[in-house]
């Protein structure tokens, strides 16, 4: 027996002398499958107790890792109440990334449920306490310092805005940016485009977000919010794209790699930028079904005049 082949019997006899031991090693070591299939387990009750809470948490930390399976089992207990309690908003999320990454069962489910609402699923967020932190601004800026300042018609908008920005994980300060940016805080507001409200939504981005009625004060900062959200988390918490995206698209900022030569825009960016001067802010994975290229539109940011 060359050395080889008696290193190779060796080998096996010792696995073969580990039994389970080795086995359960070997299924540790395949990682993200050994996590998914243990959710599975879990949730049909296969092997082990059966246990959907515990399901629900192996297929968060597996959809946080970015494992397609994991995304639509996690959209399917949403929907279908197990482990925990009903929500379509937040399966039509995680179907929305699985369908988005090419999952064809995970797109169908997403037209029975009409769409992607923005809604996030709380385990895909950082625990309270951190979100607290991490969206203080710097300087400790102070709402009310802010709101005190505004005349007495646009001071319970922008106290709205302010108070709907934690619930969607945005600084109040950029909030309120935003809004006196796009509306100057009048829920009456209406643009040449049509954009309408505090947080000047059109009608399709309205409907994205699950908006039912534009012209709802509330409603209509929810939307805007929601939006908002979604561009932090596809522009991987860089500012100047997320805001500069909110004035002319994604599409555009995606097609020109950074801020678009638009003036409005430029001025835009610059407004909203005097006002919330920081060149990132954190952001929730889950919160947009895709990437931009930010790797490719970085380099573009200093000829753009976005580097904060």
């Not at 243990?38 to 059966?50: I, K, P, S, T």
């Not at 482990?83 to 937040?90: K, Y």
């Not at 059109?202 to 979604?230: C, K, S």
Request: proline share 6%; net charge neutral; aromatic share 8%.
């Amino acid at each position: 027996m060359t050395a080889r082949r008696l290193l190779s019997f060796c080998l096996g006899m010792a696995l073969l002398a580990a039994g389970p031991a080795a086995s359960h090693e070997r299924s540790l070591a395949a990682g993200k499958s050994s996590q998914l299939d243990l959710a599975r387990a879990f949730e049909h009750g296969e092997g082990v107790d059966r246990d959907p809470s515990r399901a629900r948490e192996l297929y968060c930390a597996e959809a946080r890792s970015g494992n397609v399976e994991a995304m639509h089992a996690l959209g399917w207990m949403y929907a279908n109440g197990r482990g925990g309690p009903r929500d379509d908003g937040i399966a039509g999320t995680l179907f929305a990334m699985a369908a988005f990454r090419g999952h064809v069962q995970a797109g169908n489910m997403l037209r029975l449920l009409g769409g992607h609402r923005g809604a996030v699923p709380e385990c895909l967020l950082p625990p309270p306490a951190e979100r607290k932190r991490q969206f203080a601004d710097p300087d400790e800026w102070r709402v009310d310092d802010y709101v005190v300042r505004l005349n007495a018609m646009q001071r319970p908008h922008a106290l709205l805005v302010a108070r709907l920005a934690g619930e969607y994980g945005i600084a109040p300060r950029l909030a309120l940016a935003i809004a006196r940016a796009e509306s100057d805080f009048d829920p009456a507001a209406v643009s040449v485009r049509n954009a309408v409200g505090l947080m000047q939504l059109m009608a399709d981005t309205a409907e994205r977000f699950g908006v039912a009625d534009i012209h709802d004060p509330e409603q209509n900062v929810r939307g805007g919010l929601a939006y908002l959200r979604w561009l932090l988390a596809y522009y991987r918490g860089r500012v100047a794209l997320a805001v500069a995206a909110y004035n002319a698209g994604e599409g555009a900022v995606d097609r020109y790699r950074g801020v678009p030569p638009y003036p409005e825009t430029r001025r835009y960016v610059d407004k909203v930028g005097s006002r919330y001067p920081f060149a990132h802010h954190p952001y929730a994975e889950a919160a947009a079904l895709g990437r931009s290229p930010v790797s490719v539109i970085e380099p573009a940011l200093a000829a753009a005049g976005d580097a904060r």
